[in-house]
């Protein structure tokens, strides 16, 4: 069965320091892939998708994800965190010609120490 | 971009009782929308994918009888809980597509549900 794993369930940064969020995917083949960030009371926004081509997309916000196929992974950086990025963080895969329904990872929620 | 808004963002009822949630594209139609479920803590499950003018497809293990979901407009879903019992104490959460198979997944606030 298709699976999404983020490994780190919670994670804390400094403001200013560099991030990145790891998702791992479980499939026969490449999956649609994509990052959501959750803000208390808000609904989940997307930050960037993979579909095809450059494996390095980029997205809002100054967030970056890079896709690689011989680890099925598709972690999300960004360089510089900002107190504002604290949040809950999904990682999410869609199946080609699944019918649009996507599989969430259970989450990382990000604390930003100023 | 595109508005997905659901209402109530947050109920509180009796157990037994029914509760209705509501989804809305606000600018855009949507012939599918997606509702999901989402504990504390944990990620968010998909409970069924909602078609206008027709029935709704439920996931495995997903009561059709216990959440009824009506998709009678292209900017109107909605999801009840029928005969809550504190177990379906959740967060609530739909979603719809806006411009095509590929375009953009945009999400409601979620409906937090409590049953006492």
């Known amino acids: 069965a298709q699976s999404v794993t983020q490994p780190d369930i919670h994670i804390t940064v400094s403001e200013g320091a560099s991030l990145e969020l790891r998702c791992n995917y479980s499939y026969g083949a490449t999956p649609y892939l994509f990052w959501y960030v959750q803000s208390p009371g808000q609904g989940l926004q997307l930050l960037l998708k993979y579909f095809s081509g450059d494996t390095l997309v980029q997205g809002i916000k100054g967030f970056e994800a890079e896709f690689k196929r011989s680890q099925s992974s598709f972690n999300l950086r960004k360089p510089s965190v900002h107190w504002s990025d604290a949040a809950e963080y999904f990682c999410a895969v869609e199946l080609t010609g699944g019918g649009n329904k996507l599989t969430f990872g259970t989450g990382t929620q990000l604390k930003v120490e100023l | 971009g595109a508005v997905v808004s659901q209402h109530p963002s947050w109920v509180i009822c009796k157990s037994g009782t029914s509760v209705k949630i509501e989804c809305r594209s606000l600018?855009?139609?949507?012939?599918?929308m997606f509702w999901y479920r989402q504990f504390p803590k944990q990620s968010l499950m998909l409970m069924a994918t909602s078609n206008e003018g027709s029935k709704a497809t439920y996931e495995q293990g997903v009561e059709k009888d216990k959440f009824l979901i009506n998709h009678a407009s292209l900017t109107l879903s909605t999801l009840t809980v029928t005969s809550a019992h504190p177990e379906d104490s959740s967060f609530y959460i739909c979603?719809?597509?806006?411009?095509?198979?590929?375009?953009?997944?945009?999400f409601g606030e979620g409906s937090r549900l409590t049953v006492l």
């Open positions: 979603s719809a597509r806006f411009g095509g198979n590929t375009g953009e997944l945009f």
């Open positions: 600018d855009f139609q949507a012939t599918t």
